[in-house]
């Protein structure tokens, strides 16, 4: 098990459009705004990949489902979620 944010291909959706349909179905929050922070190659030199990072404010209204991830893709997803300080330190400590 690992600790890990949203995330998902972006298959024919473009990288907005689908951070907010991974925040969905992973969280069960229905994120309507998001602000791109930053871009980055998943591993310069070898692989094209480009990688997106997104951040979003949510509230208990936003709620719509357990989330968890979809079944018939096979995702196992407990939702954690961590103040700004506990989930830095974290980062800290690895």
Same mark, same amino acid.
């Given at each position: 098990?690992?600790?890990?944010? #949203?995330?998902?291909?972006?298959?024919?959706?473009?990288?907005?459009? #689908?951070?907010?349909?991974e925040?969905?179905?992973? @969280?069960?929050?229905?994120i309507?705004?998001?602000?791109?922070?930053?871009?980055? &190659?998943? !591993?310069?030199?070898?692989? @094209?990949?480009?990688?997106?990072?997104?951040?979003?404010e949510?509230?208990?209204?936003?709620?719509?489902?357990?989330?968890?991830?979809?079944?018939?893709e096979?995702?196992?997803?407990?939702?954690?979620?961590?103040?700004?300080?506990?989930? &830095?330190?974290?980062?800290? !400590?690895?």
């Amino acid at each position: 098990m690992l600790i890990e944010t #949203c995330a998902g291909l972006l298959d024919e959706n473009n990288a907005e459009d #689908c951070i907010k349909k991974e925040a969905e179905e992973e @969280t069960g929050y229905k994120i309507d705004k998001v602000e791109k922070i930053f871009e980055a &190659y998943m !591993s310069p030199g070898s692989v @094209t990949e480009v990688l997106y990072f997104f951040m979003a404010e949510y509230s208990d209204a936003m709620k719509v489902s357990e989330g968890g991830g979809l079944e018939h893709e096979q995702e196992n997803i407990e939702v954690l979620e961590l103040n700004f300080n506990d989930a &830095y330190a974290m980062i800290g !400590s690895g």
